[in-house]
Each structure stands twice: as structure tokens, then as C-alpha cells.
């Protein structure tokens, strides 16, 4: 038996919306957050694993460090201490790193995807773009690539170059997660849930440890009124991340819809006491009756 109470935050006055707009926002929440980050990425939301942890570490950074002491001239080896340097945030020795291997090698196709990466990530999207032409030019099969320019022009809102370039990666690489997700999130946007719904499934299928396809599909199941099989979903990712405020708002909300107010409250008061702020937990916890320092049952 698992209860969650709600510490109780500076109150502000809280506007109540209907189930359709408070799924609306929702969406619209994810699809914002999702703008920039990858299903796995530093700072999505995403469980750390201790091999992660391990990967950003001082210890492995030092030891790839010392690989490059030692390769002075190996355009890899810049690469692979890029890449562990720009997942622990540190992106303008990251950018270093990827420059001097580029410089190295001018047609190091990785090297140029993973400083797109960079570049996105820092909302840098005309050079990312450059980045990703430039991968994609020097290997034209390179799955990576078309995702990461996708996924810029998805921020940018080019659904149609974004779909291309999600076809694109999907074609070269039907294995990967990533693809389907970040094309569900294009069809999430534009109101076309069921084609969302297939991607972000087969997404969870090829990727089963990763919280976001399981919040996408469960914000979709709710746009479409199922919000059984939202619930189950949400109840997925929450397992998975339960650090993930967006989770346990949209758990809440599918509990919300199914008329388990004592399951809803939990669920908002978890979101709660991971970020007091978070408007849309508020309002939920608001809507279902939600009273500070009560504990309820979140599962």
C-alpha cells in the first residue's frame, strides 16, 4: 500500500479546467519539454543507470582524457570523451573536443552528428541544422543524423521536413526507439492520436525501460477518452521514473477520469511534492478535492 500526501506550498489561486483542456495542456507541456531532449538523454526525466552514472563520472572522464593524452591525433578518441563531456552538461568542452576531432577529420561524419546534438540541446537549431547537412552529406545512411535533424525541425515546427527525416531514420534503422517515439510526438501534435499511439507502442516495444513513450501514449489514450488503458500506461512510467512530475500529473489526471478521486489525489500529490509548483498538479489536486497534508493512496 503506497500513500502520498501533499506538503502544502504557498498558495496561489488556482483556475479549474475541464478534463479535455487540463489533457490538452498536458500534451502541449510534453511536447514542449520534449523539444530538445531524446528519450534518454541527460535531463529528460529519465532514470540514471549506474553504468550512466559510471559514463559521467570524474573517474571514466579522467580516464578517457588520458586516452587522448596518449592519441593526441585520434579523431575518436576526442569523440568518445565529447560525447560522455555533453551528457554530463559540460557542452562547450563537449563542442571543444568534437572541433578538434573535426579538424582531425574533416569527413568524421559522428563527430559532426554528435556536435548537432550539442548545438540542439543549447537551442542552437541553424547550427545544428549545418551539423546534422554535413553528417548526413558525408554518410547519407546514417540513421542518427536524419533523426537529430528531425527532431530540429520538429522544434522548429517543419512537421512535414521533420516526418521526411523521421521516415528517413525509421527506413535505415527499423530498430530504432527513438525514431517512432520522436515521429509519435509529430502525429501527437498535430491531433492524430491513433498513428501516435502505433508509434509510441512500437517505440515501448524496441525500448521498454524508458518512461517518455509510456507518457506519450498515455496522453494520447486520454485525448482519444480511454482512460483505462491511459492509466495502465502511466502507471508503467511512473514504476519506471518516479521522479517524473509530468507522470504522476497525467497518472492523475486518468485516475481523475475514471472517477478514482483517492487515486487521482495521490497522484497529484506526488507530482506535488516533486515540484510545489507545477500548475497543472495543482489544478488537479484542486479539481478531485484534493486537502494539503491528507495522505491518500497512489496505488
Given at each position: 500500500?503506497?500513500?502520498?500526501?501533499a506538503?502544502?506550498?504557498?498558495?496561489t489561486?488556482?483556475?479549474?479546467?475541464?478534463?479535455?483542456?487540463a489533457?490538452?495542456?498536458?500534451?502541449?507541456l510534453?511536447?514542449?519539454?520534449?523539444?530538445?531532449?531524446?528519450?534518454?538523454?541527460?535531463?529528460?526525466?529519465?532514470?540514471?543507470s549506474?553504468?550512466?552514472?559510471?559514463a559521467?563520472?570524474?573517474?571514466?572522464?579522467?580516464?578517457?582524457?588520458d586516452?587522448?593524452?596518449?592519441?593526441?591525433?585520434?579523431?575518436?578518441?576526442?569523440?568518445?570523451?565529447?560525447?560522455?563531456?555533453?551528457?554530463?552538461?559540460?557542452?562547450?568542452?563537449?563542442?571543444?573536443?568534437?572541433?578538434?576531432?573535426?579538424?582531425?577529420?574533416?569527413?568524421?561524419?559522428?563527430?559532426?552528428?554528435?556536435?548537432?546534438l550539442?548545438?540542439?540541446?543549447?537551442?542552437?537549431?541553424?547550427l545544428?541544422?549545418?551539423d546534422?547537412d554535413?553528417?548526413?552529406g558525408?554518410?547519407a545512411?546514417?540513421?542518427?543524423?536524419?533523426?537529430?535533424?528531425?527532431?530540429?525541425?520538429?522544434?522548429?515546427?517543419?512537421?512535414?521536413?521533420?516526418?521526411?527525416?523521421?521516415?528517413?531514420?525509421i527506413?535505415?534503422?527499423p530498430?530504432?526507439?527513438?525514431a517512432?517515439?520522436n515521429?509519435?510526438?509529430?502525429?501527437?501534435?498535430?491531433?492524430?492520436?491513433?498513428?501516435?499511439i502505433?508509434?509510441?507502442?512500437?517505440?515501448?516495444?524496441?525500448?521498454?525501460?524508458?518512461?517518455?513513450?509510456?507518457?506519450?501514449?498515455?496522453?494520447?489514450?486520454?485525448?482519444?477518452?480511454?482512460p483505462?488503458?491511459?492509466a495502465s500506461?502511466?502507471?508503467?512510467?511512473?514504476?519506471?521514473?518516479?521522479?517524473?512530475?509530468?507522470?504522476?500529473?497525467?497518472?492523475g489526471?486518468?485516475?481523475?477520469r475514471?472517477?478514482?478521486?483517492?487515486?487521482?489525489?495521490?497522484?497529484?500529490?506526488?507530482?506535488?511534492?516533486?515540484?510545489?509548483?507545477?500548475?497543472?498538479?495543482r489544478?488537479?489536486?484542486?479539481?478531485?478535492?484534493?486537502?494539503?497534508?491528507?495522505?491518500?493512496q497512489?496505488?
Open positions: 500500500m503506497s500513500h502520498a500526501a506538503s502544502k506550498p504557498p498558495m489561486a488556482a483556475k479549474t479546467i475541464g478534463y479535455r483542456a489533457t490538452a495542456l498536458l500534451v502541449a510534453a511536447l514542449g519539454a520534449c523539444s530538445t531532449a531524446t528519450m534518454n538523454a541527460v535531463g529528460t526525466g529519465a532514470p540514471e549506474e553504468d550512466a552514472l559510471y559521467t563520472s570524474p573517474a571514466n572522464i579522467a580516464s578517457l582524457t586516452v587522448v593524452t596518449r592519441n593526441p591525433n585520434d579523431p575518436p578518441a576526442y569523440n568518445m570523451r565529447g560525447t560522455v563531456l555533453g551528457e554530463a552538461g559540460r557542452y562547450d568542452e563537449a563542442l571543444a573536443d568534437f572541433n578538434k576531432a573535426i579538424t582531425i577529420d574533416a569527413n568524421y561524419a559522428q563527430a559532426y552528428a554528435n556536435r548537432g550539442v548545438y540542439r540541446q543549447t537551442g542552437k537549431y541553424d545544428a541544422l549545418a546534422y554535413k553528417a548526413i558525408i554518410d545512411n546514417y540513421a542518427v543524423a536524419y533523426l537529430g535533424r528531425g527532431m530540429v525541425y520538429r522544434a522548429q515546427r517543419k512537421p512535414a521536413l521533420a516526418l521526411a527525416d523521421f521516415n528517413k531514420a527506413a535505415i534503422r530498430d530504432n526507439a527513438q517512432y517515439y515521429r509519435g510526438l509529430l502525429y501527437q501534435g498535430q491531433q492524430q492520436h491513433g498513428f501516435a502505433d508509434d509510441f507502442s512500437t517505440a515501448i516495444g524496441l525500448s521498454t525501460q524508458q518512461a517518455q513513450p509510456y507518457i506519450a501514449r498515455g496522453l494520447s489514450y486520454l485525448a482519444v477518452n480511454n483505462k488503458n491511459a500506461d502511466l502507471d508503467d512510467a511512473v514504476t519506471i521514473d518516479p521522479q517524473n512530475v509530468q507522470a504522476w500529473t497525467s497518472r489526471l486518468a485516475y481523475e475514471l472517477g478514482d478521486k483517492e487515486r487521482a489525489a495521490g497522484s497529484y500529490a506526488r507530482a506535488m511534492n516533486i515540484d510545489q509548483k507545477y500548475q497543472p498538479a489544478d488537479g489536486f484542486g479539481r478531485v478535492g484534493g486537502k494539503f497534508g491528507q495522505a491518500y497512489a496505488f
